[in-house]
């Protein structure tokens, strides 16, 4: 089993900046792509920003030149740096990591718990 940890949401004013983190741990082999989703009320979930393996990244148009994903592969670990906040930013941010475990060899997909992100203006 696999567990997924986020932290770092919040409540901020427009124009600040926040930092995610999701941290995995248990039984990891390696881990592939890991990425940042949102899902505002009434909205369906997105794709916000997705790291692969070798370090290539990818952004929702929106939120290109404000965040940036990273991750420590020691730690597994994913980051979001989110700079310039917006009110549309508002929503509640998952993490998922690709992880391939150790006693089967096999790939899943594993999602965090989620955490607001709130951005007044």
């Known amino acids: 089993q696999v567990q997924l940890v986020e932290s770092g949401g919040g409540l901020v004013q427009a124009g600040g900046s926040l930092r995610l983190s999701c941290a995995a741990s248990g039984n990891i082999f390696s881990i592939n792509a890991m990425g940042w989703y949102r899902q505002a009320p009434g909205k369906r979930r997105e794709l916000v920003a997705a790291?692969?393996?070798?370090?290539?990244?990818n952004y929702k148009d929106s939120v290109k030149g404000r965040f940036t994903i990273s991750r420590d592969n020691a730690k597994n670990t994913v980051y979001l740096q989110m700079n310039s906040l917006k009110p549309e930013d508002t929503a509640v941010y998952y993490c998922?990591?690709?992880?391939?475990?150790?006693?089967?060899?096999?790939?899943?997909?594993?999602w965090g718990q989620g955490t607001q992100v709130t951005v007044s203006s």
């Open positions: 998922k990591q690709v992880v391939v475990n150790t006693t089967q060899r096999m790939t899943y997909d594993y």
């Open positions: 790291i692969s393996s070798g370090g290539s990244t």
